[in-house]
């Protein structure tokens, strides 16, 4: 109940907007089953369809992306519903920082699923979309608190989600000029941003030559470390000899 009325629906609620939803909009009135149960209003395959009753563009949109089409036609329990994204009871705005789908929190919430690399091998995701991003420009940004900055959601959409050959699909190559030129973050963004790579691994043979750059750098860094160490070393050994010598002498 207090995630309830500290949520967006409550607020509104609160605030005389009889349209928000109550307890009994999502549960039932008198049918409340357990959220396990199939025949639940807030079973997971049934939440898009009771939050769709409200938010009916959303749930067009989600019915259609690969989410959806994951748990509402394949029936894959493991597929993201609203909830999953959003939370239950303490849904709140996005614009507000400790929601879950702030620009800040997306990538986060978007690990609970794509930051397993088996969760992304057994859904045939060749890398690891959070892992990348993260050691990316735009994730180091996001990591500092930019609002502004590139996440998940800016280049793949919130609920539009589309599989990679649909040529719809915000990422699709011929139409990531138009994503990455959207207002506010590459405008004038032309074909040369469809060519480069994206979401690249440096510790995987597949980025090609970035990985030997990479694994060049890494050599060259523990060599000259090493190399570092072994002249300070020898020249410490050199002096206590030095002193010693010089002690025997003396003596």
Request: net charge positive.
């Amino acid at each position: 109940y207090e995630g309830y009325v500290k949520s967006v629906h409550g607020r509104l609620r609160l605030a005389g907007t009889v349209k928000a939803p109550l307890c009994q909009d999502c549960h039932g009135a008198h049918l409340v089953l357990r959220h396990g149960d199939p025949a639940s209003r807030v079973h997971v395959a049934n939440v898009p369809e009771t939050c769709g009753r409200c938010h009916v563009a959303v749930f067009a949109q989600y019915q259609r992306s690969v989410h959806g089409q994951s748990l509402l036609v394949k029936g894959n329990g493991e597929a993201p519903s609203c909830a999953s994204c959003h939370g239950e009871h303490g849904i709140l705005p996005a614009k507000e920082t400790a929601s879950e789908v702030s620009a800040t929190n997306i990538p986060e919430t978007c690990s609970g699923c794509h930051g397993s690399l088996a969760f992304n091998e057994k859904f045939n995701i060749p890398i690891n979309p959070v892992k990348t991003f993260k050691h990316s420009f735009h994730g180091i940004a996001n990591e500092l608190g930019s609002k502004k900055v590139a996440q998940c959601a800016s280049c793949h959409t919130a609920h539009d989600v589309l599989a990679r050959d649909v040529r719809r699909w915000s990422v699709y190559p011929a139409n990531i000029p138009t994503t990455c030129g959207a207002v506010g973050c590459h405008e004038g963004a032309n074909a040369n941003y469809a060519r480069g790579r994206f979401h690249v691994d440096p510790e995987s043979k597949d980025s090609g030559i970035i990985y030997w750059v990479t694994l060049f750098f890494k050599i060259l860094t523990a060599s000259t470390m090493a190399g570092l160490v072994t002249h300070i070393l020898l020249d410490l050994v050199k002096k206590l000899r030095t002193r010693h010598e010089g002690g025997h002498a003396g003596g």
